[in-house]
């Protein structure tokens, strides 16, 4: 049974429900579908081709990557329409810069490119064409319920459809393009309006989407499973194998559950960790160490799964309780 | 030049001086061999080839690790006497453990394999051979200044000792070793009595250990180079091309410096981060922006070198100012 088949796993392991992953991207792309705009999903939360296939519902078109190294896996691999959402000044790779669309947030980065002003300069320069306008609404992460998530949806939808409306005014016809899980999960009428949206992590979600409410816990698709190694009744602890490593250090400060959440165990608090072990001690009260004995698997839900993820050079992927392969992302820069 | 020839690199990249990695090496081998006590390196801070050679002077013995991986790793390139520095239930790679030292803190991780009782049972079970005590003294980490170092030090050392004498009372004779660089770089006279060390981070170093005084800030061999990719005057902000993959979280509210010191530039913080991006301002008064032009190059001193180096899939290498070479260390579990 899985329980067996997981046990085999060396742990921290980095965990993927595939069946979970293929519903949020299958709910995503209905949702595009449903108002009218292109989606362009974002790689940086997996960096995988795997997750690359089921975002894109098979085809391998229009996604958008974070680094180089994206862009690059993604290239050797068949895709050919994609964008490179980062503002950079292009002295570093200038020569490979044909092969897809880029970022620009400053006049000095164009300047560097052919020493010319932004703004209409861009569409009339030489081999360089204005292909859109990109606005990320990070500040949804502030949010939490719909209503403000929406609120924020809104007016980023209205800011950058004014923008258009401007380059409209000087000539300029131009795709628009905004971002991020929250927002897109939860579309306003108006974004109806745009070209596309390109949100990343709701293949995955974690804890602190299914807080903002862009998802519900249920949803979430990833775990890092780990092993009780140690019992430490002196100071009613118990040690883990997962340390920053393995779940990373991002929910510092934000959960009552300390790092992460373990689920099932909604009174157990990741308290502090090291290279390679975890501190877990109860909210409240005393541990009843023979409910985890050296060796048993506990279940860790990420904070922020593209904090995790980036830790793990493998993925553990399973379905209906079975492993059933395994995923590689792509690293570095 | 040099500068051309870091210029050529993609940001951020993490770099070794690889002249610093082999002075704070050889300063340790000659250390232990005043002190008489045997060096046993330990491989977490950069789990590569090259450095593991550095650190045990080309004899590739003796060496210590933290992940399965690790242990794997070196095997399977020719060492063959390690230690796995890490007490965990035995139920995962029960089939690989003849080949290496693990340690054990429970008496349920022996039951585990053998089932029977701990302490002088270990020596005794067939198979099983209690080769050593092994204590860490993390609590260095906690001290400023050679003289606190020292009183850990020799806190660590009694407490080893009077433990080993215990054993020698009921007829067991092992090896003691303690670890820590801040304790190993400024080692009392009883350790000599010890039969090992095991420290680690001296290879490198980091802000951390200088701040500790375990070493000089011109000793550390580590940095991040990235690049000024932003200019927002609106908020006095640069905008670097490291987010928290290329740097890690770890140096969260330790420095007045932000989550690194940024090198010749005292006055800089590096005050929050993104998947891709970090925020740069100063402590104090307004940025000069001609002093940062887009695509121009700032180094970070890490303020963990192990929290950042475990972030890179390659370290660039380099001697007296040029590119020597790239590391690849080994990373999961």
Redesign the interface.
């Known amino acids: 049974n899985h329980a067996i088949e997981f046990?085999s796993l060396?742990?921290?392991?980095f965990m993927v429900d595939v069946d979970k992953a293929k519903r949020n991207a299958q709910r995503m792309i209905e949702l595009c579908q449903k108002l009218g705009v292109q989606l362009s999903p974002h790689m940086?939360t997996h960096k995988t081709l795997e997750c690359a296939d089921i975002m894109t519902g098979g085809s391998q078109r229009c996604i958008v990557v974070?680094?180089?190294?994206e862009a690059c896996f993604y290239a050797d691999h068949g895709y050919d329409d994609f964008l490179y959402a980062?503002?950079?000044?292009?002295?570093?790779?200038l020569s490979r810069l044909d092969l897809f669309q880029i970022l620009l947030?400053?006049p000095?980065?164009l300047e560097?490119l052919r020493k010319r002003p932004l703004k209409d300069a861009i569409a009339k320069t030489e081999g360089v064409e204005l292909t859109g306008v990109y606005a990320h609404c990070?500040n949804t992460y502030y949010c939490t319920g719909v209503e403000q998530i929406q609120a924020v949806a809104q007016e980023t939808t209205k800011l950058t459809l004014q923008f258009m409306e401007k380059l409209k005014a000087v000539g300029i016809t131009c795709k628009s393009s905004i971002g991020s899980t929250p927002t897109c999960s939860h579309p306003v009428k108006d974004m109806a309006q745009l070209s596309e949206v390109h949100p990343g992590n709701y293949v995955f979600f974690d804890v602190q989407q299914s807080t903002i409410r862009s998802c519900c816990p249920e949803d979430v698709a990833v775990r890092v499973l780990t092993?009780?190694?140690?019992?430490c009744p002196h100071r009613n602890q118990l040690?883990i194998?997962c340390g920053?490593?393995?779940i990373?250090?991002?929910g510092?400060g934000k959960l009552p559950t300390g790092y992460a959440v373990i689920e099932g165990h909604p009174n157990l608090k990741l308290l502090s960790m090291?290279?390679?072990h975890g501190r877990v001690e109860p909210i409240s009260g005393q541990l009843d160490y023979s409910k985890y004995?050296?060796?048993s698997l506990l279940t860790l839900i990420p904070v922020r799964s593209?904090?995790t993820a980036?830790?793990?050079?493998?993925y553990h992927v399973h379905s209906k309780g079975r492993l059933v392969g395994k995923w590689t992302p792509t690293?570095?820069?």
């Open positions: 046990n060396f742990t921290p392991a940086k974070s680094t180089l190294a980062y503002s950079f000044p292009f002295d570093k790779v947030d400053h000095d980065a560097q990070g092993r009780v190694i140690g019992h040690l194998d920053w490593p393995g990373s250090l991002d510092a090291t290279q390679e004995p050296l060796g593209c904090a980036v830790m793990h050079p493998v690293r570095g820069w």
